[in-house]
């Protein structure tokens, strides 16, 4: 089985709208300056990690499972001093965050995260993110750095017999 794992530091980011500008009459259509900057961030994860690894890109005809987790940082607002102590602790609800059983309904949302990330890796990781046949992405918080996990994974029946059962729900 083929896979890699890639790590992007930074607070996870989704995918933004086309931007349009109007010149002498034509409308030209750009991507704005943030989405390009992140998904040559996750570019360059891909490249890094690739190389430590020994990493060759995926086939152009080599179905892909993607899982994309994307961690949030804690509001500063859950963050208190203990007086106490003189430490700074999560409150209650800020436990909970760090222990996923409250997750972010915030922006950006799972889809974009996911379409940043994939175009990213357009050209360097696959062919083309049409390889992609199985997509998961999840929010969450972490006390940790912020930050958006990618494992790339080749699709082989024999050995992803568990990915297979539990897509089409016999798990």
């Known amino acids: 089985m083929k896979q890699i794992k890639i790590v ?11 931007k349009f500008s109007n010149a002498n009459g034509f409308v030209k ?10 998904e040559s961030l996750v570019r360059q994860a891909y490249l890094e990690q690739a ?74 990781a696959f062919y083309d993110d049409s390889q992609v046949v199985y997509l998961a992405v999840s929010k969450m918080y972490s006390d940790n750095h912020p930050r958006v996990e990618i494992s790339l994974i080749d699709y082989d029946e024999g050995e992803n ?4 059962q539990f897509i089409h729900g016999k798990m």
């Open 29 to 38: 259509t750009y991507t704005p300056k943030e989405t390009a900057n992140y």
């Open 51 to 124: 190389q430590k690894e020994n990493f060759t890109p995926f086939e152009p005809n080599k179905e892909i499972y993607a899982i994309i987790h994307a961690y949030f940082k804690i509001p500063k607002s859950h963050y208190k001093l203990r007086k106490k102590t003189g430490k700074v602790e999560l409150d209650k609800k800020g436990q909970e965050m760090a222990q996923e059983k409250i997750l972010p309904t915030k922006k950006p949302d799972c889809d974009n995260i996911a379409k940043i990330c994939l175009d990213g890796l357009n050209g360097v």
């Open 161 to 164: 017999e568990w990915v297979i």
């Open 8 to 18: 992007v530091l930074g607070e996870p980011m989704g995918k933004q709208r086309p």
